[in-house]
């Protein structure tokens, strides 16, 4: 008789694994795979969700325009302090110039550097440029007519300067005494400062 050795069935699929394999691996395999997520369902959701707006560009243009217009604003009161703080430069009159000019003048003839004819040429253009007058004539300007005496004293100084201007060779000589009376309808013509009221005074 053939003697038949029972063979054990195993009672697990470890047990019938063999020995080689590494204990690492699971004793047991899933019976079923999981399915994939779903992935669109989740993505549906979050297209449901509402932003916030994104932020006006207005409110910062508002703000640059307040810090300028208080840096101009800035700037302009500081100007403004400042030449009122600086007393304004006075621009020297016609008039002022020609009484420095008739200084000049008046000093050469002393030091004889210039002749009669010279002179007198020079005196009646400082003479008319001084008094705003387009030529000279014996009639006398009106802002000279003030004094007594001076119309005849123009009128005779004028038509002297007249014969020494035209004379090759003058003969007669300039008295020192023309070169004050020109001095002083110079300052005559002048304007006169304003002089302030006190409180209370009437205008005239």
């Avoid at 932020?55 to 009122?84: D, E, F, H, K, S």
Wanted: with cysteine.
């Amino acid at each position: 008789m053939i003697e038949t050795t029972p063979v054990s069935s195993p009672t697990s699929i470890a047990d019938s694994m063999p020995a080689s394999m590494p204990a690492s691996m699971p004793a047991s395999m899933p019976d079923s795979i999981t399915p994939p997520i779903n992935n669109a369902a989740f993505f549906d959701r979050l297209a449901d969700v509402q932003l916030p707006a994104e932020p006006g560009l207005w409110p910062a243009l508002a703000a640059a325009a307040a810090v300028t217009m208080v840096i101009i604003a800035l700037i302009t009161l500081g100007y403004r302090r400042y030449y009122q703080a600086t007393p304004p430069v006075q621009a020297i009159s016609t008039t002022q110039q020609a009484l420095t000019r008739l200084n000049a003048i008046e000093q050469a003839w002393l030091d004889n550097e210039i002749d009669t004819r010279e002179t007198v040429y020079r005196l009646s253009t400082v003479l008319r440029l001084g008094l705003g007058l387009s030529q000279l004539t014996t009639h006398c300007p009106p802002q000279l007519q003030q004094e007594p005496g001076q119309q005849r004293q123009w009128q005779q100084t004028i038509s002297r300067f007249e014969q020494l201007r035209y004379q090759p060779q003058p003969t007669q000589k300039i008295a020192r005494e023309t070169f004050a009376a020109l001095r002083h309808w110079l300052t005559m013509s002048m304007p006169k400062p304003a002089i302030p009221k006190r409180n209370g005074e009437p205008d005239v």
